[in-house]
């Protein structure tokens, strides 16, 4: 009996030591989007490496849910692929008094993705084919909108199965961002969202459902993440952007899509980058934000927040191409060092 | 003399002291203890019904009784309607069922009259293991096998045979109504046979006896005798296998296409109130869709509560009804 009593002792000593030694550092919650999470866990762990001190724990929750946590102050900062809209700045003011400002990141892209048997090159969308396959006015692969920018290749004259994402997400905003950007009738008729209301198509849950329908369906087409494409080798189609050029996207093409915007660039980074001008720049891109609030109670958290996007700004994008998203342009990093210094 | 041993309603002294000696000796104690854990199952549900009824109040001001009539489901224009959703659910559920009670029924019979004892027994092994696989697994299954299955055999030849019929038309994606509905029998499968079977081998021998010494043959003392002798337990094991084809999220939400329509016939995809909180309920941003999705997490709840309900009803029934028949 004593000796069980003494063990216990120890084990309750020793944890309550560990308990102070773990309590030194200093710890940061985040939650949010799924997209940049890769990239994230990478450079949260680098981060500590280089200050030990500090330790920030990213939970990927969706980007629903992280402006969520961090309006309601659960997480201290949050992370999102789409931009918040005045509404939730709005609530998120109302709530704590003050605003919480966006720091893009990294960039991503969204491609399209097909099966379409016998063809195995990529193939060129224009805005108005990709607009009226998703709307279910274009329903067959040789319709002449798919056909003409693809001379030579032999399309099935085939019903089209179209797939989109079931779950809400960034990248279904950034492709309907794009489509209501291109397509005036889908802006009307659909609108831009995490969710949307599609007017055709099946629905597959996240960038792996997405992907399955489209292997096992003949004649399927949707779109997906481009870092999911490119690490999973799936084909997919170029683009016309808006000079003209189909594209294929790859991180110099997204990279172009960002520079282009950069020099209009709004103070608050809340911008979309479809569609953008410029003749290499890849046309479906998008930023991922970190949300961050104006203020900070705690002086020792805002000083290891403003650290951190300030690696994140110089060593941190170094680390994005291994991963595979596309580092911030020059004017932008420089713009956000700037903005740091709105957070007090 | 008074009698030591104390009637509790005698008096409010002698009634405390006797709660107090139960007390030291533990009766009232455990009483106590296993009745708190009784209640606090009605104390959740309770709770549960509160919290929905509640984050749900923001859609159910707005939309009303039209909730259950709309088609449309917007997040953009925060049209919210749960018909489709209702539909795919019932829709699921019964295909389930139609396939999976008659499978289920006969081989519970075939295991508790038919076979032999130990195959009877190993192949409850299986059978156990079966209802202990994840739902998720039933999902890949359902992606990688019974998809490509359905698209390139199944529905064509559907089609082919049946197509005149509403309900087998429409182009074969290899999702939908259909596919939902035979990955979920399979789910189910092994729960009508467990229980069913538990129950048809807890019929009283004396009942096949005295069949089978009536001049019946081994079926029909099966069929006539054994099986309505056990039908409540085998209608309880059919509505746990409805209760579990009605809340089925993951291999559902793989399977059924994921596109809220209503369509007659069993190739359409669809949706069911399971997947699509599922799907959206992470990254819906607004009050009133979270508040809508809510709602649908509250309309499934009352449907399970209803379909139980009824459950119970016709359990009461027919036993009522076979114990007038055994008086008679």
Known sequence: MRRITGAIVVTLALSMVAAVLVHAALSINGAGATFPYPVYSKWFDEYQKKNSQVQINYQSIGSGGGIKQVTEGTVDFGASDGPMNDEQLKAFQDKHGFGILHFPTVMGAVVPTYNVPGVTSALNFTPDALAGIFLGRITKWNDPAIAGPNKGVNLPAADIVVVHRSDGSGTTYCWTDYLSKVSDEWKTKVGKGTSVNWPVGLGGKGNEGVTGQIKNAPNSIGYVELIYAVSNNIPYGSVKNSSGSFIKADLASVSAAAAAVAKTMPDDFRVSITNPPGETAYPIATFTWLLIPERFSDSAKRDAIKGFVNWMLVDGQNYAEQLSYAKLPNEVIAKEKKALGKIQ | ?328
């Open chain 2, 1 to 328: 003399m008074a009698a030591t041993t104390t009637v509790p309603s005698a008096s409010p002294i002698t009634g405390s002291r006797s709660f107090l000696r139960k007390l030291r000796e533990g009766d009232e104690i455990a009483r106590l203890i296993t009745f708190l854990f009784a209640v606090s199952t009605v104390l959740v549900t309770l709770l549960l019904i509160i919290e929905l009824w509640r984050d749900s109040a923001l859609a159910r001001h707005k939309f009303g009784l039209q909730f259950f009539f709309t088609r449309v489901w917007d997040p953009i224009a925060e049209q919210f309607g749960a018909l489709p959703f209702i539909y795919g659910t019932l829709v699921t559920a019964t295909v389930s069922l139609v396939i999976a009670v008659p499978l289920g029924i006969g081989a519970a019979i075939f295991l508790a009259e038919l076979a032999p004892a130990r195959l009877s027994d190993s192949l409850e092994f299986f059978i156990d293991l079966l209802a202990a696989v994840p739902s998720v697994i039933y999902g890949l299954l359902g992606v990688f096998i019974v998809v490509p299955l359905m698209r390139d055999y199944a529905q064509p030849g559907l089609k082919k045979t049946l197509g005149f019929l509403p309900l087998f038309s429409g182009p074969a994606y290899g999702v939908g109504f259909l596919t939902a509905g035979i990955v979920l029998a399979i789910m189910v499968i092994p729960y009508i046979i467990s229980v069913s079977r538990e129950v048809l081998m807890s019929v009283p021998r004396d009942q096949r006896e005295a069949a089978l010494s009536l001049g019946a043959t081994r079926w029909e003392s099966t069929w006539k005798v054994v099986v309505p002798f056990a039908r409540t337990g085998i209608t309880g094991s059919i509505f746990l296998a409805l209760a579990r084809a009605l809340g089925e999220t993951m291999a559902v939400t793989m399977v059924i296409g994921n596109t809220p329509t209503i369509s007659a016939s069993l190739f359409s995809p669809g949706y069911s109130i399971a997947a699509v909180i599922a799907n959206e309920f992470t990254e819906a941003t607004g009050d009133l869709y979270l508040s809508a999705l809510i709602e649908l997490g509250l309309v499934l709840f009352l449907l399970t509560f209803l379909l139980n309900g009824l459950a119970r009803l016709l359990i009461v029934i027919t036993s009522q009804r076979g114990a007038g028949m055994a008086n008679a």
